[in-house]
């Protein structure tokens, strides 16, 4: 059973830095897609990731997928308050199951 | 264009009453899955729909019951509501069973 897991669980910085959430998953697939989620609010598309190798940026936030090594990283640079929030990580589990495996988030806080 | 939405926003239960949660899809959209998700986890999928036949199940009891109807709009039905039923439900759409998945802004509810 396909198993998505991210780390760290919690991340606190201060403005101005850089940091990576990373996503790994256990069976092969090659569609995955991150979230934000605010408190109380629902998910809100930020990348969607269909290839081995691809990257997309926007603004402060880049994501890639490395298919080979079930790996996603989330890349954020230069911190600002504004993206704290939850953020996900999804597997499309394929193979005719049709489902999303969501990871478990990524609470990201930035300190002024 | 509208995006997905679910009715109602918020919903107080008390244990062993049922309830039914309503989404209604973007337009053009065939398929409508639904997602629980409880605080400070990740959503877990419970139902996919297309073209009004269930496609997928997540591992949730039979009390979780749900259906698509001609217009595409979705109910999920909870029987003997649990204090553990107690989340955030997120439907989402998609045009077909594989294309990305948009979410609408939930319902939220609790079971006392």
């Known amino acids: 059973e396909l198993k998505v897991e991210q780390n760290p669980l919690f991340l606190s910085m201060q403005e101005g830095k850089n940091y990576t959430i990373y996503c790994n998953y256990s069976?092969?697939?090659?569609?995955l897609y991150w979230y934000r989620q605010d408190p109380g609010k629902s998910l809100e598309s930020l990348f969607v990731l269909l290839s081995n190798g691809a990257v997309k940026q926007e603004g402060r936030l880049m994501a890639s997928l490395d298919t080979k090594a079930r790996l996603s990283t989330l890349h954020i640079t230069a911190a600002v308050h504004d993206l704290s929030a939850t953020y996900f990580c999804a597997v499309d589990a394929g193979s005719g199951t049709y489902k999303y495996i969501f990871g478990t988030g990524t609470r990201l806080k930035v300190l002024a | 264009d509208a995006g997905v939405t679910q009715s109602p926003t918020h919903l107080i239960k008390t244990r062993g009453q049922q309830v039914t949660l309503r989404c209604s899809p973007i337009?053009?959209?065939?398929?409508v899955s639904w997602y629980q998700q409880v605080l400070g986890q990740g959503p877990q999928f419970i139902f996919q729909y297309y073209e009004k036949e269930e496609r997928g199940r997540g591992n949730f009891p039979d009390r979780f019951s749900a259906r698509q109807f001609p217009n595409y709009s979705s109910e999920l039905n909870v029987n003997a509501l649990l204090l553990g039923d107690s989340a955030l439900y997120l439907c989402?759409?998609?045009?077909?069973?594989?294309?990305?998945?948009?979410f609408g802004p939930g319902t939220r509810l609790t079971v006392l």
């Open positions: 989402a759409s998609s045009p077909t069973l594989t294309n990305e998945q948009f």
């Open positions: 337009s053009g959209h065939k398929s």
């Open positions: 069976t092969t697939s090659d569609r």
